[in-house]
């Protein structure tokens, strides 16, 4: 029978060199290097002021090292943090054999929205050193998340003067009821219980009234619509997504092609993206102002539908940036997407939310796309094989000019194919159908612009490299690193957490490319 050494794993004291414990080419060696050797950390010494008197402190490049560690290894918790700077080996390296309290790890952590900003360009200026920003193409994209808010505590402030009112009714109601009952025998510790239902309904409505008063305004959306408040994190958003409704903060992020570098990283507590396009744009132009412009003209900037609106194209252009913004028709329109309903999930058929009947109808008949329209001879043709006849070539819908098409009543009234073509076939004879040419005064619009450009081979051709520079960085940030939700509040901390992410993800570049080694 073989015989084998003993291998024993039982805990034991070792004479350990910490600093080999951070080997070369690792992500811990080129951040412990990176720190030491190459960031300027004296904006952190202003927090302190024990130069005479006090207690030491921690170092802020040691607690920086460690967070910045454990955001790698997809530990996000103080608690966590504490815990590993007393049993890994890593993290004792790094910390010197230091425990530093989780209450001072989370405090470091929630001030650090002033000092981030710097240590990111920083890095982003050691990465530009390197050789591992192309300037050739960025693509910007966002990713919703969850954060340490609660969506039941949502509302406009009509909605919390309505749960206000409620609750002091109920309050007044089982009040009014427990004086009746006191004239009666009761059990003490029913009494008591409801002493502590009256006692929670006044409180929580004395907390909702105490909101109000400190809020005297809802909040205001882009366009100056009422944007729902939050009592628990005001300046989060409830936001649709496609796991459903989640209340919490967008993580916007512009990527370098060459190396995926995250050259601007910023969290909003907004749904809406096609606010977030041009400050983004505007802080690359910024990143590096004393150094060569990351933005050059040459430079192509690419994002996806959720950012395009024609005020964002019409800012892009009196900016001067070039760029390839998708729109919610770009799919529809490449042929090198025509097979991409059969990839999408089928509904349920046993439970169908949409209830949209109308929505289902219009997606269900004929769209202009469907009609063969040649615009050098303006003739069109039906999906039935039919020529339409025009009834206005120069038409004006909306400030948009366009040419409309008729179908005859002894082709369309007898046609097979009526309730694929007509919303209303029992009421509706003909099918009628127009093409857009752009603004009205002869001018196409920017989107109009736009999607000329984007259609092109060559658009088509520089914009398929959006996916590829930007989603990897999102899939290793979010399933990596594990970030699946926000754990502070207020935008300023949630933007420093967001930051130390994307750090985490450049830091990782610079080691995978031999830095520090």
Same mark, same amino acid.
């Given at each position: ?23 070369? #080419? ?19 010494? +202003? ?15 040691m607690l920086l090292k460690v967070v910045l560690f454990a955001y790698s290894q997809g530990i996000v918790s103080s608690r966590g943090i504490e815990r590993a700077c007393r049993d890994h080996v890593t993290f004792i390296a790094l910390s010197g054999d230091t425990q530093p309290h989780f209450t001072t790890i989370a405090g470091f952590v929630s001030n650090l929205a002033d000092e981030i900003a710097r ?11 390197? #050789? ?15 954060? /340490? ?5 949502s509302g406009t402030r009509a909605d919390f003067e309505h749960q206000a009112a409620k609750l002091e009714a109920a309050a007044r109601v089982m009040l009014e009821r427990h004086r009746e009952a006191d004239q009666r025998a009761i059990e003490t510790? !029913?009494?008591?219980?409801? /002493? ?15 909101? !109000? ?40 992020? +512009? ?32 990143? !590096? +102002? ?14 996806? @539908? #959720? %950012? ?76 039935? #094989? ?15 000019? @366009?040419?409309?098409?008729?179908? +005859? ?53 520089? %914009? ?23 754990? !502070? ?6 933007? $420093?957490?967001?930051?130390? %992410? ?8 610079? $080691?995978?490319?031999? %830095?520090?080694?």
């Amino acid at each position: 029978m073989a015989r084998y050494k003993p291998i024993d794993t039982s805990p034991r004291f070792l004479a350990v060199d910490l600093q080999r414990q951070l080997l070369p #080419g690792s992500f811990e060696h080129a951040l412990n290097h990176l720190i030491d050797f190459e960031l300027d950390l004296s904006s952190f010494d +202003a927090r302190f002021n024990n130069d005479e008197t006090g207690a030491a402190a921690y170092p802020p490049a040691m607690l920086l090292k460690v967070v910045l560690f454990a955001y790698s290894q997809g530990i996000v918790s103080s608690r966590g943090i504490e815990r590993a700077c007393r049993d890994h080996v890593t993290f004792i390296a790094l910390s010197g054999d230091t425990q530093p309290h989780f209450t001072t790890i989370a405090g470091f952590v929630s001030n650090l929205a002033d000092e981030i900003a710097r240590v990111f360009t920083q890095i982003l200026y050691l990465c530009d050193r390197q #050789g591992l920003i192309g300037r050739e193409m960025f693509a910007i994209d966002g990713v919703k998340l969850p954060s /340490n808010a609660s969506k039941q505590k949502s509302g406009t402030r009509a909605d919390f003067e309505h749960q206000a009112a409620k609750l002091e009714a109920a309050a007044r109601v089982m009040l009014e009821r427990h004086r009746e009952a006191d004239q009666r025998a009761i059990e003490t510790d !029913l009494k008591a219980k409801e /002493n502590q239902r009256i006692t929670r309904l006044q409180t929580d409505a004395a907390r909702l009234r105490q909101w !109000l008063t400190a809020h005297p305004e809802d909040r205001k959306g882009s366009q100056g619509t009422i944007r729902k408040s939050n009592r628990t994190d005001n300046e989060s958003a409830k936001m649709a997504t496609s796991k459903g409704v989640i209340q919490g903060y967008t993580g916007v992020a +512009a990527v370098d092609a060459k190396h995926q570098i995250i050259v601007d990283a910023q969290a909003h507590g907004t749904g809406s993206e096609q606010e977030l396009l041009v400050p983004v744009i505007k802080a690359i132009q910024n990143a !590096l +102002a004393d150094e060569q412009a990351l933005i050059t003209p040459t430079s192509l900037i690419t994002a996806d @539908a #959720g %950012y395009h609106s024609e005020a964002n194209l019409k800012q892009l252009a009196q900016l001067d940036v070039d760029a390839l913004i998708a729109d919610n028709g770009m799919r529809q329109r490449d042929p090198r997407f025509k097979d991409q309903d059969k990839h999408k999930q089928a509904p349920d058929p046993l439970h169908d939310k949409s209830g949209n009947q109308k929505a289902k109808i219009q997606a269900a008949v004929y769209r202009p796309e469907d009609f063969d329209y040649d615009p050098e001879t303006r003739t069109c043709v039906c999906p039935a #094989g039919k020529t339409l006849y025009g009834n206005g070539s120069h038409c004006i819908i909306n400030g948009f000019a @366009a040419v409309k098409f008729q179908g +005859a009543q002894q082709d369309c009234v007898p046609c097979k194919q009526r309730d694929k073509c007509l919303r209303t076939p029992e009421k509706t004879k003909t099918r009628q159908v127009a093409f857009f040419h752009g603004k009205a005064d002869g001018e196409p619009s920017f989107t109009n612009k736009m999607q000329a450009r984007i259609d092109s081979p060559e658009g088509q051709a520089k %914009y398929g490299r959006r996916f590829a520079t930007v989603e990897p960085v999102f899939g290793n940030i979010r399933h990596n690193k594990q970030l699946n939700r926000f754990t !502070l509040r207020g935008q300023k901390k949630v933007d $420093a957490q967001w930051k130390l %992410y994307c750090l985490v993800h450049n830091i990782e570049k610079l $080691a995978h490319h031999g %830095y520090a080694q």
